[in-house]
């Protein structure tokens, strides 16, 4: 009996080696051409974010979807429906305060998690838009965090 397309497919998750070298090479492709390469990716947008790790102080550039917001930028920190948030996430609490690139432009901002009301508004419309974002949820007990990176106006 012939199976339905849509049991044909298996959802693959990369290796965190696997995802760090993709991570790279995204990263690259994006800041050579100014996000010409690399600025959409499973029909999101995606930005460079910068952070410092919270324990070992290196410089780190994600690649990140994100989506627009009237102060800025907002990211989802899924983590792929993972227990715990992803390491940007904590790298921003502990230095929120940073650059991200989007296509040519490089801007500072300050990053804010979305507190409960606002976030509950966001989330609405997002997962609208993004509905992968809500079986993410699902895989996870916890609530999975909108990280506001609001742009730093310049006097």
């Known amino acids: ?8 497919f298996v959802s693959y998750l990369p290796s965190p080696t696997a995802l760090r070298v993709i991570s790279i090479i995204h990263t690259a492709l994006y800041r050579m051409t100014g996000g010409f390469l690399g600025k959409r990716l499973d029909g999101l947008d995606i930005l460079l974010l910068a952070t410092r790790g919270r ?8 690649p ?13 920190a899924s983590n792929a ?26 801007e500072e901002v300050v990053a804010c998690p979305l507190r409960q009301v ?19 949820q699902e895989k996870t007990p916890r609530e999975i965090p909108i990280v506001l990176l609001e742009k730093v106006r310049k006097s």
């Open 1 to 8: 009996m012939p199976q339905k397309p849509s049991t044909l």
């Open 55 to 62: 324990k070992t102080g290196k410089h780190h550039i994600t």
């Open 64 to 76: 990140m979807p994100y989506f627009e917001h009237p102060r800025g930028y907002l990211l989802i």
């Open 81 to 106: 429906g993972s227990t715990i948030n992803p390491g940007w996430f904590h790298n921003l609490q502990q230095a929120p305060n940073t650059t991200i690139q989007v296509g040519k432009k490089i």
């Open 118 to 136: 606002e976030r509950q508004a966001w989330w609405q419309k997002l997962t609208e838009r993004q509905p992968k974002y809500k079986s993410y």
